[in-house]
């Protein structure tokens, strides 16, 4: 079964504006991950925050973490249209496995 | 150098007939992993190997479903007496040893199977 939860589903933005992305999971982690999927293909991984850890950047990439809140937030900045793809987070424990939650579908229109 | 492959890249296949996915990971990775991904969801994770024995197959939807890696490398997802239920994009994954390096959290995608039961 699916831990996690993206927010928001779907989100529509213009070329050049900043895309914001939420993920919520449920129990403990060891480490969140951010991975990218297009056309329902394989998914790239993206960005892993560790859970001792509450922000992380990579190039347009910004990753927070609040452990608290047992929620993330992926902020893509100055998106470019080859930014549209759905993004997924995913928990990992102590264990090997990931919990994916359902994915954001982000469209940029140039 | 090579990512991970799978093949075939589609699969049509008639109610109650047996099916075989194969997985080829990144050289040198020793854990696999296989998820199911429905249309809408994220990947739900299946089972994982480490090495040639399956560590985990908690995921396994049932009996019909069987995994193998009997070398170590490359690995098989059989599914037998298939169900329209089954119909889903079937993801393989690697890592390295998660036991030598922390990086070996990052999990690395095959572009997937696509199984249609008709």
């Known amino acids: 079964s699916q831990q996690g939860e993206e927010d928001p589903q779907a989100l529509s933005i213009q070329e050049g504006e900043n895309a914001t992305m939420n993920c919520s999971y449920k129990?403990?982690?060891?480490?969140l991950q951010w991975y990218r999927q297009n056309s329902g293909r394989g998914l790239v991984h993206l960005i892993l925050i560790r859970s001792n850890e509450r922000e992380k950047h990579s190039g347009r990439l910004r990753v927070t973490l609040d452990t608290s809140k047992k929620s993330s937030s992926l902020l893509i900045t100055a998106s470019r249209a080859a930014d549209t793809a759905s993004y997924f987070c995913?928990?990992?424990?102590?264990?090997?496995?990931?919990?994916f939650g359902k994915g954001t579908l982000l469209t940029v229109n140039p | 150098g090579a990512g991970v492959s799978q093949t075939p890249s589609n699969k049509v296949t008639e109610k109650g007939k047996y099916v075989e996915l194969r997985c080829d990971p990144i050289s040198g990775h020793t854990a696999l992993y296989w998820y199911r991904q429905s249309l809408g969801q994220g990947p739900e994770f299946l089972i994982y190997f480490q090495g040639t024995g399956a560590a985990d197959d908690s995921g396994l939807p049932n009996d019909r479903f069987f995994a193998v890696r009997p070398e170590g490398s490359v690995s098989t997802l059989k599914i037998q007496r298939t169900e329209r239920g089954d119909s889903a994009v079937y993801l393989c994954?690697?890592?390295?040893?998660?036991?030598?390096?922390?990086?070996?959290?990052?999990?690395?995608f095959g572009p997937g199977t696509r199984l249609t039961v008709t």
């Open positions: 995913a928990s990992g424990g102590s264990n090997y496995k990931l919990t």
């Open positions: 129990t403990s982690i060891n480490n």
């Open positions: 994954a690697s890592s390295q040893d998660r036991r030598l390096t922390s990086s070996s959290y990052e999990q690395y």
